[in-house]
């Protein structure tokens, strides 16, 4: 019922981290990259394990929707996909290298106008024509509910090529932009078994039921903005699509780990608002 953490001094310098299975690379990012945010100087992660994983954001999902939004905020990170991870050996790769930020901006997003829709469909050691069908079946979902500026973007790796992952993969992430330069992400991971075009049509119905709903942030990143909002100076607002149980669960750790105030308006499973007044961390130097 308790925990105790005390920790040590956080440094700049070069860090790899190999989780050993396929284990979510972008899990062990999520919990890294607040803190070296603020670290002085230059941090280097090289983190080896899975890339693409159910139930965690695709190394796709952060480069393309997660970081932009956080750049707005004052956010320094690159991140590069050097190879593709996926279940059971992973072995995957990404490198993150992180400034210091001074202090992190708020942000106030309630609403926003979709610009354009990006289709990016990824495989590897698997025939071309699965990213083909996804993309196909995925661009025709679009366009039939009346989106038709569709870019699509396809990442066809074999084993020859260094970024390929060592066991087969595929996936998709479809990508809304909006007026505001925020993005929605919209994703669904290939199943053995499954054809192309149901793993498209996943994402397309998930993207479909989120923009009904007129709010201009992704149930994912609602979560993912917590501890972000939580640490940045003046108040946040934002509207998300849907109020998940994880950033139910991260709002009521940041109140009592950095006691960081909020207020939800909406329930779990409802498009709801959040308002947070950031603690206005400050980082050293």
């Known amino acids: 019922m308790e925990i105790y953490y005390k920790p040590g001094e956080a440094r700049p310098g070069r ?3 190999d989780v050993g299975t396929a284990g979510s690379t972008t899990l062990m990012l999520q919990s890294l990259l607040p803190v070296i945010t603020f ?3 230059e941090v280097e992660l090289e983190l080896r394990g899975g890339t693409n994983n159910p139930w965690a954001p695709p190394i796709d999902y952060v480069q393309h929707v997660l970081l932009p939004i ?3 905020m004052g956010v320094r990170v690159e991140i590069e996909l050097v190879r593709r991870g996926f279940y059971p050996r992973g072995m995957g790769v990404i490198k993150v290298k992180t400034r210091q930020a001074s202090s992190l901006k708020p942000i106030r997003i309630t609403n926003a106008n979709l610009t354009k829709v990006q289709v990016i469909a990824y495989s590897c050691n698997l025939p071309e024509h699965i990213c083909d069908r996804m993309i196909k079946r995925a661009i025709d979902l679009i366009k039939r509910n009346g989106i038709n500026d569709v870019e699509a973007i396809s990442e066809v790796l074999q084993k020859d090529d260094a970024k390929c992952s060592i066991d087969p993969g595929a996936g998709i992430l479809i990508v809304a932009h ?3 330069g925020v993005r929605m992400g919209f994703d669904a991971l290939g199943v053995k078994g499954l054809p192309a075009e149901k793993v498209a049509e996943t994402s397309v119905n998930d993207m479909i039921k989120q923009l009904a709903t007129g709010a201009p942030i992704d149930k994912h990143l609602g979560d993912q903005l917590v501890i972000w909002v939580a640490l940045a100076e003046g108040e946040s607002i934002y509207r998300v699509t849907e109020l998940t149980s994880h950033a139910a669960t991260a709002i009521e750790i940041s109140k009592k780990v950095l006691n960081a105030s909020f ?3 909406g329930m ?3 498009t709801s608002t959040i308002k947070c007044r950031g603690i206005g961390l400050k980082a050293k130097t």
Do not use: A, S, T
């Open 268 to 270: 779990i499973g409802e």
């Open 70 to 72: 956080l750049r707005i």
């Open 15 to 17: 860090y790899v981290i």
């Open 178 to 180: 909006l007026d505001n």
């Open 263 to 265: 207020n939800v308006e």
């Open 39 to 41: 670290i002085p100087g």
